[in-house]
């Protein structure tokens, strides 16, 4: 009998191990930490055998393949010792790519491919088409393959997840951009991340799409160099696009197969430069599997945005709060820095990732009054900015962030919760963060 052995008893590795023990595998859950009560209630319930707050190598070991949860890195010890025994280390969707014969609809990109997957997700679903939403977002794409028979999956796709797939094929791909981001798990080197990402292209065949952003200065040089089986189809706000999506005249236009579909920007659910790409990037992907004209624009205006991206949160007493915990980037950072109006005071800070702020520092200069730094490391964020914005305050909790923030504040200004870094220093994740940055706010 096959031996499956799933580190990480999160919803992607819980998923796995009931797909897994549904097709008869055995099947070994470990994790470090606790599990959550409800993923240990399936474990009982399905009584798939685990354990928690320690791994049990002899166990491990002697698994015929390893599907280990995206958060643990190729260096940690555990995984070297796997890999040691030539027992191949998969992710999620590699394993349940195996038992769907659904086309996948694959998102991938250092920043955007949240909405663009949720925006791509839901034009399918309100076209009427038979669509699961898993990968980053949603839930379990192993879950949903166990329990469903969907006929389309629309995955958000992050590089650690495609640095797990080894034979899976995603039928439409979509690579939003490539700014230097997790170093820390490349080595420091933006090429190891830059192959990470197009790992989305693998497999793909000449009936399927590869949908990129045309003026991502490192895409564009990456796919000078590259070979490529898929249909190619790009994107661009700066240039017309012979086949793909370009904007014109005020107008966001997609040709696909000689039937372009236009509408003004001003009509764009999404506004800002960063959500044209978005919307370009989900509606090729829309078009590349017929639905229809008039069902792509009637999602694209009237879709409703992501929580904790660039969320309104409320206006007390004049001052705007607007959650963008999911920010864990410089990249992401600019962009929301880059749509904000009003003087910001901006909430920033956590683990940093190899952060180079320098990218930041004309924005801020411009836009931000004052800074609250959340996180339990704030030197690096203060030595890069306390020259050009006087007023700086650290703080340990979203509830004192707030409250400092507001009393920097005046009416007309906005509290600008865009972390640039990962959460783990002070809460379970970018989820938790904005949840309670946004109590926080309630509670003033």
């Not at 580190?7 to 470990?30: C, D, P, R, W």
């Not at 030197?379 to 340990?396: A, G, L, N, R």
């Given at each position: 009998m096959k031996k499956l052995v799933v580190i990480g008893a999160g919803e992607s590795g819980i998923g796995t191990a009931v797909l897994a023990q549904k097709n008869g595998y055995e099947?070994?859950?470990?994790?470090?930490?606790?599990?959550?009560?409800?993923?240990?209630?399936?474990?009982?319930?399905?009584?798939?055998?685990?354990?928690?707050?320690?791994?049990?190598?002899?166990?491990?070991?002697?698994?015929?393949?390893?599907?280990?949860?995206?958060?643990?890195?190729?260096?940690?010890?555990?995984?070297?010792?796997?890999?040691?025994?030539?027992?191949?280390?998969?992710?999620?969707?590699?394993?349940?790519?195996?038992?769907?014969?659904?086309?996948?609809?694959?998102?991938?990109?250092?920043?955007?491919?949240?909405?663009?997957?949720?925006?791509?997700?839901?034009?399918?679903?309100?076209?009427?088409?038979?669509?699961?939403?898993?990968?980053?977002?949603?839930?379990?794409?192993?879950?949903?393959?166990?329990?469903?028979?969907?006929?389309?999956?629309?995955?958000?796709?992050?590089?650690?997840?495609?640095?797990?797939?080894?034979?899976?094929?995603?039928?439409?791909?979509?690579?939003?951009?490539?700014?230097?981001?997790?170093?820390?798990?490349?080595?420091?080197?933006?090429?190891?991340?830059?192959?990470?990402?197009?790992?989305?292209?693998?497999?793909?065949?000449?009936?399927?799409?590869?949908?990129?952003?045309?003026?991502?200065?490192?895409?564009?040089?990456?796919?000078?160099?590259?070979?490529?089986?898929?249909?190619?189809?790009?994107?661009?706000?700066?240039?017309?696009?012979?086949?793909?999506?370009?904007?014109?005249?005020?107008?966001?236009?997609?040709?696909?197969?000689q039937k372009p579909i236009s509408m003004y920007l001003e009509d764009l659910a999404l506004q800002g430069k960063h959500n044209q790409y978005n919307s370009m990037a989900a509606g090729i992907a829309a078009r590349v599997i017929d639905i229809r004209k008039d069902a792509i624009k009637e999602s694209l205006s009237d879709f409703e945005n992501v929580e904790h991206r660039l969320e309104f949160v409320a206006k007390v007493h004049g001052i705007e709060f607007i959650n963008d915990s999911k920010a864990t980037n410089v990249n992401s950072t600019w962009y929301a820095l880059e749509s904000m109006q009003n003087p910001v005071i901006w909430i920033v800070g956590g683990v940093d990732k190899g952060n180079d702020y320098t990218q930041l520092r004309d924005l801020v200069k411009d836009r931000v009054k004052a800074i609250v730094c959340l996180g339990t490391d704030n030197k690096k964020i203060i030595k890069s900015f306390k020259d050009i914005v006087p007023q700086i305050v650290e703080t340990s909790s979203a509830k004192d962030a707030v409250f400092q923030s507001y009393k920097l504040g005046k009416k007309g200004d906005t509290v600008l919760l865009s972390p640039c870094c990962a959460s783990f220093d002070l809460f379970e994740n970018y989820e938790d963060r904005g949840k309670q940055f946004k109590t926080a706010v309630k509670g003033l």
């Amino acid at each position: 009998m096959k031996k499956l052995v799933v580190i990480g008893a999160g919803e992607s590795g819980i998923g796995t191990a009931v797909l897994a023990q549904k097709n008869g595998y055995e099947v070994f859950v470990t994790d470090n930490g606790t599990i959550k009560e409800k993923y240990k209630n399936v474990l009982l319930t399905k009584n798939i055998a685990f354990e928690e707050l320690n791994h049990t190598e002899e166990k491990i070991l002697n698994a015929t393949e390893v599907m280990k949860s995206p958060g643990i890195p190729d260096k940690a010890d555990l995984i070297k010792k796997i890999k040691e025994k030539n027992i191949p280390v998969i992710s999620e969707i590699e394993f349940a790519s195996r038992y769907t014969s659904a086309k996948l609809i694959g998102i991938t990109g250092t920043n955007g491919k949240t909405t663009t997957t949720m925006l791509t997700y839901y034009i399918c679903k309100k076209a009427g088409l038979n669509v699961g939403l898993a990968g980053n977002v949603g839930k379990s794409f192993a879950w949903q393959v166990s329990e469903n028979n969907f006929d389309y999956y629309v995955l958000e796709l992050s590089s650690f997840q495609l640095d797990g797939m080894f034979h899976s094929k995603i039928d439409v791909a979509i690579l939003c951009n490539i700014t230097p981001d997790h170093l820390d798990r490349y080595n420091y080197n933006l090429q190891n991340y830059v192959d990470s990402k197009f790992r989305i292209t693998q497999n793909q065949t000449s009936t399927d799409a590869f949908i990129y952003c045309a003026d991502d200065e490192i895409t564009a040089t990456e796919i000078a160099k590259r070979k490529f089986n898929a249909r190619l189809l790009p994107f661009s706000i700066k240039k017309e696009i012979a086949e793909g999506a370009y904007v014109k005249e005020k107008q966001l236009i997609i040709n696909i197969n000689q039937k372009p579909i236009s509408m003004y920007l001003e009509d764009l659910a999404l506004q800002g430069k960063h959500n044209q790409y978005n919307s370009m990037a989900a509606g090729i992907a829309a078009r590349v599997i017929d639905i229809r004209k008039d069902a792509i624009k009637e999602s694209l205006s009237d879709f409703e945005n992501v929580e904790h991206r660039l969320e309104f949160v409320a206006k007390v007493h004049g001052i705007e709060f607007i959650n963008d915990s999911k920010a864990t980037n410089v990249n992401s950072t600019w962009y929301a820095l880059e749509s904000m109006q009003n003087p910001v005071i901006w909430i920033v800070g956590g683990v940093d990732k190899g952060n180079d702020y320098t990218q930041l520092r004309d924005l801020v200069k411009d836009r931000v009054k004052a800074i609250v730094c959340l996180g339990t490391d704030n030197k690096k964020i203060i030595k890069s900015f306390k020259d050009i914005v006087p007023q700086i305050v650290e703080t340990s909790s979203a509830k004192d962030a707030v409250f400092q923030s507001y009393k920097l504040g005046k009416k007309g200004d906005t509290v600008l919760l865009s972390p640039c870094c990962a959460s783990f220093d002070l809460f379970e994740n970018y989820e938790d963060r904005g949840k309670q940055f946004k109590t926080a706010v309630k509670g003033l």
